[in-house]
């Protein structure tokens, strides 16, 4: 997770710089808005990128075995456009979110922010309790009532652990 948010302060700031192109997403619906299928191209100058996802968002599938977040990634070479990577987007999108509100956290929060409201208890709350416990010290989480955060987010990380510092 550190190593991640690394990189997404770096793509951020690549962003920010103009240094990356990152069109809206396009969304098509399932009848009814029971499901997404979303696409998110984006290319990335430096180290030089091209690629993108896509994702179903099927939110029927909580308490079932499928994740309700699930594609891919397709990375494609810049001279020939020939396939170069196929990826499961699943644990990406997981990682990638949290990292990214991770870096975001650290630039922007003052350094004594130490309070965490959670809200979910799925995959993206799990991964953006390790991502902020990373930025931050976290003395309180306070989870949303509905989802029972605190006995899976408990055993999945520290939240006391103390802050580790992006190098650069």
């Known amino acids: 997770m550190e190593s991640c948010i690394g990189l997404m302060h770096d793509a951020l700031t690549a962003f920010a710089r ?9 969304i098509t ?32 599938n909580h308490g079932t075995p499928y994740e309700s977040h699930q594609g891919v990634v397709m990375l494609f070479g810049l001279v020939h456009g020939e396939p170069l990577a196929i990826m499961d987007a699943t644990a990406i999108t997981a990682i990638r979110t949290a990292a990214a509100s991770a870096a975001a956290t650290d630039a922007l929060a003052r ?35 509905s989802g029972g955060l605190p006995d899976r987010a408990q055993g ?13």
């Open 156 to 168: 999945g990380c520290d939240h006391r652990r103390p802050r580790a510092r992006r190098a650069g």
């Open 18 to 26: 103009g240094d990356a192109v990152l069109p809206l997403r396009g």
């Open 29 to 60: 619906w399932l009848p009814g808005r029971t499901g997404a299928l979303g696409v998110m191209p984006g290319y990335l100058g430096n180290p030089r990128s091209f690629g993108i996802k896509v994702i179903t968002v099927m939110p029927g």
């Open 111 to 145: 350094e004594d922010a130490g309070d965490l409201a959670l809200i979910g208890s799925g995959t993206q709350g799990r991964t953006h309790l390790a991502a902020m416990s990373t930025v931050r010290r976290l003395p309180r989480v306070v989870p949303e009532r």
